[in-house]
């Protein structure tokens, strides 16, 4: 798969994607992601045996479809940023993981792997705005008919960043390769197994990737 992207100053750049990272548990305040890993425990969802994680998925996942197809309706996405490896330099995004939570108390990464992992429209060069990343806002909507609701709202500040992952993975971060964030808290109250999503990295001038899609219930098997 090869996705173009739009740099803040007009210009464009493709990249084909090779591997695809999730990372998961990745919140900088490791009490409120112990906490996180206690709730999901609660609901079945296995802990992981170290945090923060990292799960492999097929590249084929990586992609921007407007319309994302699912069995049934316990499936919902996640705000996240990504790096997206060029064979020069590293490009910053932002990312939804729409994940199979139905499925993801059998096994995380089974669940990662069975819906795919959404990229924005614009990038921006790491290099030129590391310095600033946490000042960038993360924030995603949920569609529940005609309705939208903020079901998520938050900066990078509150995720690990780049550096942390560039450092810990060195040689795995081949061109090609993107690495998916891992995603901020969602607002209590707020049904996430929504009709559509809507997610935005904005940076302090106001330039915003963003990413937006329907989802869309298969009829049932025949079985």
């Known amino acids: 798969m090869s996705l173009q992207f739009t740099l803040p100053d007009g210009s464009e750049r493709t990249i084909t994607v090779r591997y695809a990272l999730n990372a998961g548990y990745a919140g900088r305040d490791t009490q409120q992601v112990q906490h996180h890993v206690d709730e999901l425990a609660e609901l079945g969802v296995p802990a992981p045996s170290r945090i923060p994680t990292l799960y492999p998925l097929s590249a084929s996942l990586v992609s921007r479809p407007e319309v ?26 932002v990312a939804c993981d729409h994940t199979d939570r139905a499925l993801e108390v059998h096994g995380v990464a089974w669940s990662k792997q069975s819906a795919p992992d959404l990229l924005g429209d614009v990038a921006w060069p790491l290099s030129e705005i590391e310095h600033e990343l946490d000042q960038f806002t993360l924030k995603a909507w949920v569609r529940h008919g005609d309705t939208e609701t903020l079901i998520q709202d938050g900066t990078l500040a509150q995720l690990l960043p780049p550096s942390y992952w560039i450092k810990e993975l060195g040689d795995r971060l081949v061109p090609g390769t993107v690495l998916l964030s891992g995603t901020i808290p969602m607002i209590a109250g707020v049904d996430q197994f929504a009709d559509g999503w809507r997610v935005e990295l904005a940076d302090p001038r106001n330039v915003v990737s963003r990413i937006v899609y329907n989802v869309e219930r298969l009829a049932p098997a025949w079985d």
């Not at 940023?81 to 020069?88: F, N, P, S, T, Y």
């Open 68 to 93: 994302v197809q699912v069995p049934h309706a316990k499936t919902s996405g996640e705000a996240e940023w990504a790096l997206v490896v060029g064979e020069d330099d590293v490009l910053l995004t």
